[in-house]
Nanobody
Framework: VQLQASGGGLVQPGGSLRLSCTVSPFTLDFYAIGWFRQAPGKEREGVSC????????YYLDSVKGRFTISRDNAKKTVYLQMNSLKPEDTADYYCATRKFYCHENRSQYGYWGQGTQVTVSS
């Protein structure tokens, strides 16, 4: 399984970005997708996750109400819509996958994409 994260960039505080995570070559139908981020000098933390059937979503407390995760299995893509961005959201964002269900422990995700950098600055 290969994952390709994209959509990062430089944005002003209060702005928005939409990250995409595209999976290949297999179907996305059986995979949960998690988004993680790592800021310089900090541990990687889980930001959001969506289960394989899309019925369960999870968010880091600090992003609740600002970020929305969604999936389009036909496009094999999971999106992370990030609104009202803050400087503390600055990090490299990674997507990762595991079968069916989300897990709070990043070690439970077997496949990872490369990071996409998000910088929130004026």
């Amino acid at each position: 399984v290969q994952l390709q994260a994209s959509g990062g960039g430089l944005v002003q505080p209060g702005g928005s970005l939409r990250l995409s995570c595209t999976v290949s070559p297999f179907t996305l139908d059986f995979y949960a997708i998690g988004w993680f981020r790592q800021a310089p000098g900090k541990e990687r933390e889980g930001v959001s996750c969506i289960s394989s059937n899309g019925h369960n979503t999870y968010y880091l407390d600090s992003v609740k109400g600002r970020f929305t995760i969604s999936r389009d299995n036909a496009k094999k893509t999971v999106y992370l819509q990030m609104n009202s961005l803050k400087p503390e959201d600055t990090a490299d964002y990674y997507c990762a996958t595991r079968k069916f269900y989300c897990h709070e422990n990043r070690s439970q995700y077997g496949y990872w994409g490369q990071g996409t950098q998000v910088t929130v600055s004026s």
